[in-house]
């Protein structure tokens, strides 16, 4: 069989539907209740830090994009910033990494909603809903983000539903008269939300696939984060003033407490919250399978990988990998967990984005969408702080 390559079929309005869809997918249907567990009636602070955090690391990614668009952008960046191969490798598995497990924490968060419209086992169900999401993503990407697109809309309302009823029942008493601010439950709530941004870094690992991408990808990206990071703000305030945080944080289905709150059943949120879980799903498996394409093309043990499938256009072995991967760890790992490691992981991740982009601008100033050198450095170190609080976080410090 002749080998194939991808192909550019991508523009602006599709690429950002994706960011927005996979961020939007990515947990906070099922993260508003852990991250108030940890900051309380605070929690809206601690998305915005969250957001403040990625921010810079979403304009240092756009730039990227510009000066190296190819599959597995994190690995080249690495790689042509640094100089260091065997570094740039890791981090591009550790992006695999984080893909399967967001995947998986959000079919297995997304299942929590599902369950209430489907009576049938949770573990089939994550099974059977994996299989089929794999199935779609092998099949094209221009197909795979169309779908995307649509599911993106459905989960769009559903939040903008969310915000109404949140906003339209008196207030709960504590969100009336908050504690004092707890920094150190913030600080934790924060490195847990930053979940929630992830996606504009798998925007760059489609850049093969973009129509012109030096205009679109930048744009892209930055439009994204944008438009989810004001969705965040406004759910986050409307869950924690219509429910009590206690109840907000014993929940899997925190949203439809704050549909339920204002007197609606909770069928239609479930619906829509299961939307959003099978396109975060799906495009976390897309990108994967894109970064592991491209590790193919750069790491000889790993040229297995390198391979499109002529008609369809889509890495089809790298797909299957990644979407067995996920199955298995939707299946056999709780939700917070692999939330905090994915977390974990792509701060890490961040921390070496943002230090090679200072040093190729340093290097080579000139390219077609620049940022200050102050966004990388701030980046570099925003990255590494909040990685350093999800450590400890992780290990009970915090």
């Known amino acids: ?20 869809g996979v961020m939007v997918g990515a947990g906070i249907y099922v993260l508003v209740g852990a ?18 955090i990625a921010a810079p690391s979403a304009l240092s ?7 190296l668009p190819e599959a597995a952008g994190e690995v080249a960046y690495v790689e042509e910033g640094l100089h260091r191969h065997g570094l740039a490798v890791a981090v591009g598995l550790a992006i695999v990494l984080s893909g399967m497990i ?9 299942v929590g909603y599902l369950g209430l419209l489907v009576p049938i086992d949770a573990q089939v169900l994550i099974a059977g809903l994996g299989l089929v999401l794999v199935g779609v ?3 094209g990407v221009l197909e795979s983000l ?45 490195a847990l939300a930053f979940f929630a941004f992830i996606g504009f870094e798998d925007m760059v690992n489609m850049a093969e ?27 986050s305030i409307a869950a924690v003033r219509a429910v009590p945080v206690a109840v907000l944080a014993s929940s899997e289905r925190p949203l439809a407490l704050v549909w339920e709150s204002a007197g609606h059943g909770a069928l239609l949120l479930a619906a829509i919250a299961g939307a959003a879980a099978l396109n975060g799903v799906l495009a976390q498996v897309v990108m994967a399978a894109r970064v592991l394409y491209g590790l193919g093309k750069r790491a000889p043990l790993l040229r297995i990988f390198a391979h499109a499938h002529p008609r369809l256009g889509t890495p089809v072995l790298a797909t299957s990998l990644i979407g067995g991967l996920t199955i298995c760890a939707a299946l056999l790992l709780p939700v917070a967990a692999l939330a905090q490691t994915t977390s974990l992981v792509l701060l890490g991740v961040f921390t070496l984005v943002n230090l090679s982009l200072v040093f190729l601008k340093r290097r080579q100033p000139a390219a077609a969408f ?10 570099t170190l925003a990255s590494a702080a909040a990685f350093g609080a999800a450590v400890l976080s992780a290990g009970g410090l915090l």
Do not use: C, H
């Not at 967001?102 to 997304?110: F, H, P, Q, T, W």
């Not at 169309?146 to 539903?161: D, K, Q, S």
């Open 35 to 52: 991250v108030a567990a940890q900051a309380g009636v605070w929690a809206p602070l601690a998305f915005v830090l969250a957001g403040l």
């Open 370 to 379: 620049r940022v200050p050198m102050i966004v990388p450095v701030f980046g």
């Open 102 to 110: 967001s995947a998986a924490a959000v079919l297995r968060g997304g």
């Open 146 to 190: 169309a779908f995307a697109a649509v599911l993106t809309l459905i989960e769009v309302v559903g939040l903008a539903l969310v915000i109404w009823a949140g906003f339209s029942v008196p207030p709960v008493a504590e969100f009336l008269t908050p504690p004092s601010l707890p920094l150190a439950g913030v600080a934790a709530a924060a």
């Open 137 to 139: 993503a092998l099949i």
């Open 61 to 67: 990614y756009a730039e990227l994009s510009v000066r």
């Open 209 to 235: 696939e973009v129509r012109d991408p030096n205009r679109t990808l930048p744009r892209s990206i930055l439009a994204a984060l944008a438009i989810t990071t004001a969705l965040y703000l406004l759910v």
């Open 1 to 20: 069989m002749a080998e194939g390559t991808l192909k550019r079929r991508l523009g602006p309005v599709l690429l950002t539907a994706y960011g927005v």
